[in-house]
């Protein structure tokens, strides 16, 4: 597989490029992209091959899920099969923005998207690019951490390009992304638990739902 790279203006994308991208995702294609943490693949989650590409793209262990980029509220719900209290507090609260949310999956999502587990990582972006390939495509995204499984995140289209090229199909290249990579929070139990802390912390989460 040869991956092409083309250059991109994170915060204010073209047409052209939106529509290369989204025509690649459409086709089964995994794509390398700029967020607003580091850079993500990015691929169609309701495309089985696709998602077969995504987990050989990165190594990535069978029973790992794959995260999910949602456009709002209401896309969120259509992916899980139900949201707590606890879920709608920390997205209202929260998104767009650095924190990913894990709930149950509804029927709707392939099984090996949720690592097998029937639960999904969801997250809504403040990325430009990002919303407007959600907007392009409407449909939800798979938005996993640009890298091999075990290595670090990808920070630069040029780095994603030396690590991953032949693994992806497209690389966007939008120079160097400093933000920082998202917490990860799982309200599919009675309690609460931060599994990864990332740009949000763990005990301004628990004010939040403290406050609540």
């Keep these: 597989m040869a991956t092409d790279l083309i250059e991109v203006d994170v915060e204010n994308p073209s047409p052209e490029a939106i529509e290369r991208a989204g025509a690649a995702i459409l086709?089964?294609?995994?794509?390398?992209?700029?967020?607003?943490?580091?850079?993500?693949l990015v691929a169609?989650?309701?495309?089985?091959?696709?998602?077969?590409?995504?987990?050989?793209?990165?190594?990535?262990?069978?029973?790992?899920?794959?995260?999910?980029?949602?456009?709002?509220?209401?896309?969120?719900?259509?992916?899980?099969?139900?949201?707590?209290?606890?879920?709608?507090?920390?997205?209202?609260?929260?998104?767009?923005?650095?924190?990913?949310?894990?709930v149950p999956a509804s029927a709707r999502v392939p099984l090996k998207v949720t690592g097998n587990t029937g639960r999904l990582a969801l997250r809504q972006s403040k990325s430009r690019l990002l919303n407007a390939l959600l907007e392009k495509l409407d449909q939800p995204?798979?938005?996993?951490?640009?890298?091999?499984?075990?290595?670090?995140?990808?920070?630069?289209?040029?780095?994603?390009?030396?690590?991953?090229?032949?693994?992806v199909d497209l690389v966007l290249d939008g120079g160097l992304c400093v933000g920082g990579g998202a917490t990860t929070v799982d309200v599919t139990e009675p309690y609460w638990r931060v599994i990864r802390e990332g740009a949000v912390p763990e005990k301004e989460i628990a004010e939040c739902l403290k406050g609540s």
Aim: proline share 7%; charged share 20%.
């Design 44 to 102: 169609d989650p309701l495309n089985l091959h696709a998602v077969a590409k995504v987990f050989t793209a990165k190594g990535r262990e069978p029973q790992r899920s794959l995260p999910l980029l949602v456009s709002d509220l209401l896309m969120a719900e259509d992916l899980a099969a139900e949201l707590s209290a606890r879920f709608y507090i920390l997205a209202r609260r929260y998104w767009p923005g650095p924190l990913t949310l894990i």
């Design 141 to 167: 995204l798979i938005c996993t951490s640009a890298n091999i499984s075990g290595h670090p995140t990808c920070r630069s289209g040029i780095e994603v390009f030396g690590v991953m090229d032949g693994r």
């Design 27 to 40: 086709r089964g294609k995994v794509i390398a992209v700029p967020t607003d943490a580091l850079y993500a």
